[in-house]
T-cell receptor, first 110, second 113 residues
Framework: GIQVEQSPPDLILQEGANSTLRCNFSDSVNNLQWFHQNPWGQLINLFYIPSGTKQNGRLSATTVATERYSLLYISSSQTTDSGVYFCAVGDTGANSKLTFGKGITLSVRP | NAGVTQTPKFRVLKTGQSMTLLCAQDMNHEYMYWYRQDPGMGLRLIHYSVGEGTTAKGEVPDGYNVSRLKKQNFLLGLESAAPSQTSVYFC????????????FGPGTRLTVL
């Protein structure tokens, strides 16, 4: 199956700093999603981005499918950005089951 | 719309007991999924369904059974719970269209003693 590697595993930022989170995957995909899991455990969809670039406020994401990686950018970080960020990819099969990376734990300090 | 809901939110079982987790969605989605999340492991797919009356195995199906008798509901059963099934369980659903975005429920925290 597809392998998903996220880096770095842990990240500590001062409020206001910018950061880049990386997701590498081992095969062609037709689905790539970024999620934020908040400290209460809720999974929140950030982006559906199998290719290209999208922006939503202070967050943006870029996926280069031909090179099998995706980047999530967080600008002007806030304490509410803390939590775990997951990248999940779906293979090119019809059922598009998602394979998750192990996540990146982000802590934003005030 | 309530989106994806899960019942119960928390449960403690003794080894060997059985239980059923209920996932319900009101978005008329075709596809539904059950995942488990363990520390440091990300989410792993247990079983999934591509439509009413269908089920299929995911990455870690052993010890679990599922049923999809109604389109809006996806049930996950543990016939004889084991401590290794202590985990947080997430249900998700998605439409059958091209966007493939999965929408997740709030999770069920299960402890097996």
């Amino acid at each position: 199956g597809i392998q998903v590697e996220q880096s770095p595993p842990d990240l500590i930022l001062q409020e206001g700093a910018n950061s880049t989170l990386r997701c590498n995957f081992s095969d062609s995909v037709n689905n790539l999603q970024w999620f934020h899991q908040n400290p209460w455990g809720q999974l929140i969809n950030l982006f559906y981005i199998p290719s290209g670039t999208k922006q939503n406020g202070r967050l943006s994401a870029t996926t280069v499918a031909t090179e099998r990686y995706s980047l999530l950018y967080i600008s002007s970080s806030q304490t509410t950005d803390s939590g775990v960020y997951f990248c999940a990819v779906g293979d090119t099969g019809a059922n598009s089951k998602l394979t998750f990376g192990k996540g990146i734990t982000l802590s934003v300090r005030p | 719309n309530a989106g994806v809901t899960q019942t119960p939110k928390f449960r403690v079982l003794k080894t060997g007991q059985s239980m059923t987790l209920l996932c319900a969605q009101d978005m008329n989605h075709e596809y539904m999924y059950w995942y488990r999340q363990d520390p440091g492991m990300g989410l792993r797919l247990i079983h999934y369904s591509v439509g009413e009356g269908t089920t299929a195995k995911g990455e870690v199906p052993d010890g679990y059974n599922v049923s999809r008798l109604k389109k809006q509901n996806f049930l996950l059963g543990l016939e004889s719970a084991a401590p290794s099934q202590t985990s947080v369980y997430f249900c998700a659903s998605r439409p059958s269209g091209a966007t493939d975005t999965q929408y997740f429920g709030p999770g069920t925290r299960l402890t097996v003693l």
